[in-house]
């Protein structure tokens, strides 16, 4: 292993720029958070997720079944949301002994 040594003033303005350097990453992480928009899913794709037509797909947000954020005439999804009606519907079979 080598051992290199620098002055003070070196390694001050080294901590400097890690300093600086790790700011400018936790703002971009920060606004990475907001990013999230391309898991949302359009009409299309949950219908084929789900195997429905797109007039089953209107009577579920028509009965508040499945939450929906609405864009002028589009139509948008949480896949969380389509995940939860999912497991919300879903019947285990009953053996018979």
């Known amino acids: 292993m080598e ?3 620098i002055d003070k003033k070196t390694f001050d303005e080294f901590r400097i720029r ?3 350097l790790e700011s400018r990453l936790a703002r971009l992480c920060r606004s990475g958070k907001d990013m ?3 898991n949302w ?3 299309q ?3 084929d997720v789900l195997h429905i ?3 089953t797909l209107q009577v579920y947000r028509d009965k508040g ?3 929906f954020t609405r864009i002028k005439h589009k139509m948008f999804y949480k896949p969380e949301d389509v995940q939860n009606l999912l497991e919300s519907s879903y019947h ?3 053996r018979k002994p």
């Open 65 to 67: 079944l499945l939450p």
């Open 36 to 38: 999230g928009l391309k």
């Open 92 to 94: 285990p079979l009953k």
């Open 41 to 43: 899913m359009d009409n």
């Open 18 to 20: 890690f300093c600086e």
């Open 3 to 5: 051992i290199i040594c």
């Open 45 to 47: 794709d949950v219908c």
């Open 53 to 55: 037509s797109k007039k």
